[in-house]
Nanobody, 121 residues
Framework: QVQLVESGGGLMQPGGSLKLSCACS????????MGWYRQAPGKQRELVAR???????NYAESVKGRFTVSRDNAKNTVYLQMNSLKPEDTAVYYC???????????????WGQGTQVTVSS
């Protein structure tokens, strides 16, 4: 099996910064895309940022210039540096990874349990 464990969420004032981490572990052969999604109360889950195995990134328009996604392939970990936080960034943030497992040929989506980010004064 494959597990994704997020860390780094919390409460931050507007204009502040937080860094989320997501470590992927288990029977992994290769991790392809990794990314972050978020879901605010009463809203659908939305893409925040993704990064390919070749470190090509894409971002939601609402976070461009403020958030940076990165990955450490040696540690099977993806990060989300969030700067200039706004109250509308408040949500549960979920990590996602597309993984090829050992002794398997297909690629599968895996999700973390989510970490709460609250931006409020």
């Amino acid at each position: 099996q494959v597990q994704l464990v997020e860390s780094g969420g919390g409460l931050m004032q507007p204009g502040g910064s937080l860094k989320l981490s997501c470590a992927c572990s288990g029977s992994i052969f290769r991790i392809y895309d990794m990314g972050w999604y978020r879901q605010a109360p009463g809203k659908q889950r939305e893409l925040v940022a993704r990064i390919t195995i070749d470190s090509i990134t894409n971002y939601a328009e609402s976070v461009k210039g403020r958030f940076t996604v990165s990955r450490d392939n040696a540690k099977n970990t993806v990060y989300l540096q969030m700067n200039s936080l706004k109250p509308e960034d408040t949500a549960v943030y979920y990590c996602n990874a597309v993984v090829q497992r050992l002794l398997h040929t297909g690629m599968y989506d895996y999700w973390g349990q989510g970490t709460q980010v609250t931006v409020s004064s």
